[in-house]
């Protein structure tokens, strides 16, 4: 089998194993959000933090819900990193973005968050703020879905299939269930462009 045949054939087996009702969940979490007026914070790191920006466009345009991604704000992304130190780059925006308890944290990671090993310890401790203020949390993770996974209201966790690409295929659902997420009929409120454009 050529690697591109095994790839695929890993990708069915993730969408046949993926729960729906862990999305719809997810999907009434945003919606609640929106209806009580709150925001929707993303948070990821590298690959997930630039799926995180494109999240946020869908998010505004398609669902009709304030969203942010810390990391769309290079210049204080790294003012605090330099400053403070990576692991408190994200609680800091979030502080001073003043989350409360109409808010939602949305995590995009492959692993969840772990502080004994040190992975990720930013969204950690991000996801503690949340808890603190009586924010909510729904996450996209991989693996076994780490620290975000333990405390979300709502989450979907990528099924590992091959142990060597966890986090390609993790990075990769990021996209595919979000997208669920702002095509949902209970989410969605602007029709995306090709779709409004296209004839009956």
């Known amino acids: 089998m050529s690697y591109a045949a095994q790839h695929l054939q890993e990708t069915a087996e993730i ?63 790294t003012a605090r990193t330099n400053d403070e130190g990576w692991a408190t780059v994200f609680v800091e925006w979030l502080r001073g973005s003043r989350l409360n308890a109409k808010d939602t944290l949305l995590i995009f990671s492959v692993g969840g968050g772990n502080l004994e090993k040190n992975v990720s ?13 009586g924010a909510r949390v729904i996450g996209i993770v991989g693996k076994d879905g780490g620290y975000t996974a333990k405390v979300a209201d709502a989450c979907v966790i990528v ?25 949902h009929p209970d989410l969605k409120v602007n029709q995306t462009k090709w779709e409004s454009v296209a004839k009956p």
């Open 159 to 183: 099924p590992t299939v091959n142990p060597a690409n966890i986090t390609p295929h993790s990075e990769a659902f990021q996209a595919v269930i979000w997208h669920l997420f702002v095509s």
């Open 15 to 77: 969408v046949s194993k993926l729960n729906p009702a862990d999305c719809e969940k997810c999907v009434a979490e945003l919606r609640a959000t929106r209806e009580r007026g709150g925001r929707l914070f993303i948070l990821g790191v590298g690959g997930s933090a630039a799926n995180a920006s494109h999240a946020v466009n869908d998010f505004r345009k398609i669902a009709g819900l304030e969203c942010y991604a810390p990391t769309d704000n290079v210049s204080e992304l």
């Open 121 to 133: 310890p930013n969204l950690v401790m991000a996801l503690k703020l949340a808890k603190e203020v």
